[in-house]
């Protein structure tokens, strides 16, 4: 166990929904990253927050934006659902304290089905 | 296109046998990581190994990084059944900014 959650374990959407995705980070850790893994794949590095400020994203779409709390929980928020975001959401916490990614922790995923 | 790319895709071997897997990546990193990913499920995080060390182990996992030759080995010795996974190499670019890459992962099968 790696003291990250995520919520909810699965959902079901249709095209054009929005949907969020939360994650509470691993005690101690203020750097949250979101990834998207679709079957058969590695994982796609969609977004970082480190203090509550962007400061780092993959190649994913303006519809793919996020939030980081205070209390360095997580939101990934997805708008204008398609086809193709049906995956497993990952999110991971860390340490970060320098330019440098340090050994992230990751939740169990939310599995994200679009019909 | 994904900076981190393992070979093979696929492994099969006995138990009790040692599994190598490889990985390359294009651009220069600050660190390298090895994750392991059962049934599809959240990664449990292996071993981070810098840009400035060649090795390093953690009980049966021995990982090299050769930086020169961009590519780096996971060596599973004595393999359990309980190593069926996937596994996953992940570099952290050299390039400014946080960026993860992940590989498309090994998938090892070890038989009893």
């Known amino acids: 166990e790696t003291g990250v959650t995520q919520s909810p374990t699965h959902l079901i959407k249709t095209r054009g929904q929005q949907v969020t995705l939360r994650c509470s980070s691993q005690s101690g850790h203020n750097t949250v990253s979101w990834y998207q893994q679709a079957l058969g794949q590695g994982p796609q590095f969609i977004f970082q927050?480190?203090?509550?400020?962007?400061?780092g994203r993959g190649n994913f779409p303006p519809r793919f934006s996020g939030l980081q709390f205070p209390n360095y929980s997580s939101e990934l928020n997805v708008n204008a659902l398609e086809l193709d975001d049906s995956a497993l959401y990952l999110c991971?916490?860390?340490?970060?304290?320098?330019?440098?990614?340090?050994?992230?922790?990751f939740g169990p995923g939310t599995r994200l089905l679009v019909l | 296109s994904q900076q981190g790319e393992e070979d093979p895709q696929a492994l099969s071997i006995q138990e009790g046998e040692n599994a190598t897997m490889n990985c390359s990546y294009k651009?220069?990193?600050?660190?390298l990581q090895w994750y392991r990913q059962n049934s599809g499920r959240g990664l449990v995080h292996l071993i981070l190994i810098r840009s400035n060390e060649r090795e390093k182990h953690s009980g049966r996992l021995r990982v090299t990084l050769d930086t020169s030759k961009k590519s780096s080995s996971l060596l599973i010795t004595a393999s359990r059944a309980a190593d069926t996974a996937s596994y996953f190499c992940?570099?952290?670019?050299?390039?400014?900014?946080?960026?993860?890459?992940f590989g498309a992962g090994t998938r090892l099968f070890v038989k009893a």
């Open positions: 927050y480190y203090r509550e400020e962007e400061n």
């Open positions: 991971a916490s860390s340490w970060g304290t320098s330019g440098i990614q340090e050994t992230q922790y």
């Open positions: 651009t220069s990193i600050n660190n």
């Open positions: 992940a570099t952290d670019p050299n390039t400014g900014g946080f960026k993860t890459i």
